[in-house]
DNA sequence: GATGAATGAGTCTTCATTCAT
DNA sequence: GATGAATGAAGACTCATTCAT
């Protein structure tokens, strides 16, 4: 149990100097003595700098994957929109909590390792393949309007990335706010209803609008 | 002028191996053995690795920058909607013809030195700032639902990056519908017009959608 | 007298490690490991790593230079070749049977350390100058033909050592048999007696044979 | 041309080192130190240290390898004795020149890598396997008293080795002299011809010698 | 201008040894 | 005495950059 301690310890340290600097311009050295450890304890947690960080990331990408549930639906499940606001949630909960964490995996985790960058990318398409799942059942459901749902996938997941990375560079960011602005632009995007109403009528097939209805 | 070409030829056997392998694990011994040059000329061109990676970036931001049109408003200006189409058109049309500078720009422009990564984030702030004054201005001339504009245009940028990423990676993208795809998801969301049209009523205070019609 | 017993416990796995993979690629950690003993208890054994090495060495070479005995010339003392035989038997008898030591001061005693370098030769040397002075003593008994003793010595050695070498990489080596392989090659050579009677008077001042007698 | 030049001039110095220290206490410092060039040099110009010595090594076997040519029984060709003398010679003549490359075979070329050792190994037996050979034509010939061939092998391939390595502790050997002394004591071993004339009738089946005839 | 051999600072990693418990 | 976590010196190797030709 004192080894796990002592791991999480270093974890710790290491995971704010990969934050702030990423991979390649930490080295072991800053690590150390960070964590006020002889470099020699460093081999005995880990087997190497890309161990430790590769750990970093399982944990990033395992617990936010964790906290994605699929939808669920059926007599007696929650709303699907309630399920997921309670994803976005919950992801968002981790990690603007965990920003170090978030930075490293927004912004340096891709680009010095191919087995790394396949397990990154790996992860992102599972999350873009669930969404396009939900959005897919939406269809089926007449929830959702028919479209391209890979691409409306890969936009729903690209739009909360940025929006993550943007509220980690703020003080306090309001959770349920986040997740209610992402959830409504995903929903019925920025236009205005009423202008969607009779917008509606002038769609053509392609999707254009037209008439006075603009935007 | 002699010299532009052959720092042209260079720096496109080097865009290339940046695409592939990030800025790291891409060393000058690869880039003059590619371009077929002496190491020592190399450092006639450029004056660093760094120098030559930053003009590739350079490069991209500027040239999809230039892609991007302030909105217009005013007697004889085209549709609003229009004018995005066409910046979301142009800028598709570069990245996706341009994929390994795409590439570099998405996936490794970030965490190797402070600088460069100042320039891509300033870059990036700068898209969303553009978006956000457009849709402030569309809130404005009430055509867009009042919402928080700053955490929209971020979620819009984000959309419209991993739908690049997405499309870089398809052979043969079609742009016309790919700017349509995010344009109407940008604009109306997911959610059937139908569906919102009724729901639009019953949204309660926090967001939520409540009686049948669920999404 | 209990730490008698731990030092040999610690000495007998050491020694099967070190004859396997050599000094270097031995570390302390595979010592304990094989010996359930902690690191720090080695220490409280051995000074280091290279004082047990050493001891091994030195009772590999104690052992082989007790079995070997100073021939005695005199009424009532054996025939010197039983002599000799009984050395050589004895010798293999030890070296055969601790293959783990032979194989330490084989193949793996020299080029770590200046000083049990040293300690290695100078247990070579002193074998060699038995040797040599026994066949001193054979040309003065004139058992022995005229030759360069020191080389003639040196050159036996080497033949016992390579032997050995051999012996020990076979399943069941026949020491007895191994002796007087040895030992007739020693004495008399390879040639056939009979080719040699002949051929002794063909032998010219350079030592090469003539006539028809050829070896 | 010039890369080959510096190779070698790395090399010579390396061997110095290398045979003075082995390979453990040999580091690149030292090599580069006394090469006078930089330690990014070094690797210019060898993969590793270990590729550098494995070189050193591949030299020395190499050329020993050449100058032992098969025995060519027949009509015209040269008495076996002769072939074996000049084989000798010309190992002799090398082997106590290159005096480093000696040492570094003798003395350094074994525990520290298994897929060197596995060369050293074969290398040898393979000159084993060669006396063997030649040991085994003899005795078809009836020039070669029956005897375990392979052991005898191993016995005067150890010999050679062992008078090479006191040869090359002297100032100035005498290449044809030590020659002549292996080749007699590999031919008719230390008795003296006389006593074996005699003695021979007394040699018993196991090889052991009884009455009066003693040595 | 072009070349490519040479440079050496910077890093990671190993492992014998120590020492607080 | 026993333990095993901690230490840090030592050494191999990389690679952006320079400079003599």
Redesign the interface.
């Known amino acids: 149990m004192e080894r796990a301690v002592r791991r999480a310890q270093v974890l710790r340290h290491a995971k704010r100097i990969f934050a702030r600097?990423?991979?390649?311009?930490t080295n072991v050295g800053q690590i150390v003595r960070r964590a006020r450890i002889a470099r020699g304890t460093f081999y005995l947690y880990f087997d190497n700098k890309r161990d430790l960080f590769e750990e970093l990331l399982a944990q990033a990408l395992g617990e936010i994957s964790a906290r994605i549930r699929r939808l669920r639906i059926g007599p007696g499940e929650p709303?699907?929109?309630?399920q997921l606001?309670a994803n976005l949630r919950r992801v968002l909960e981790f990690v603007l909590r965990e920003r170090d964490l978030t930075d490293i995996v927004l912004?340096?985790s891709?680009?010095?390792d191919p087995e790394l960058d396949a397990r990154v990318s790996v992860f992102y398409q599972r999350i873009?393949q669930d969404i396009k799942r939900s959005?897919d059942l939406?269809v089926e459901m007449?929830?959702?309007?028919p479209?391209?749902t890979?691409?409306?996938a890969?936009?729903?997941?690209?739009?909360?990335?940025?929006?993550v990375?943007?509220a980690a560079r703020r003080k306090r960011p309001a959770i349920v706010?986040?997740a209610?602005?992402?959830?409504?632009?995903?929903?019925?995007?920025?236009?205005?209803?009423a202008?969607?109403?009779s917008g509606?009528k002038a769609?053509t097939a392609?999707?254009?609008?037209s008439g006075e209805a603009?935007?």
Chains 1, 2, 3, 4 share one sequence.
């Open positions: 600097n990423g991979y390649h311009r709303d699907p929109v309630e606001r912004n340096h891709v680009g010095f873009a959005l939406g007449h929830l959702v309007r479209c391209d890979e691409i409306a890969n936009c729903i997941l690209g739009g909360i990335k940025e929006v990375a943007w706010a986040l209610e602005e992402i959830l409504a632009l995903g929903l019925t995007g920025v236009a205005r209803p202008l969607l109403e509606a769609r392609d999707g254009r609008l603009r935007l």
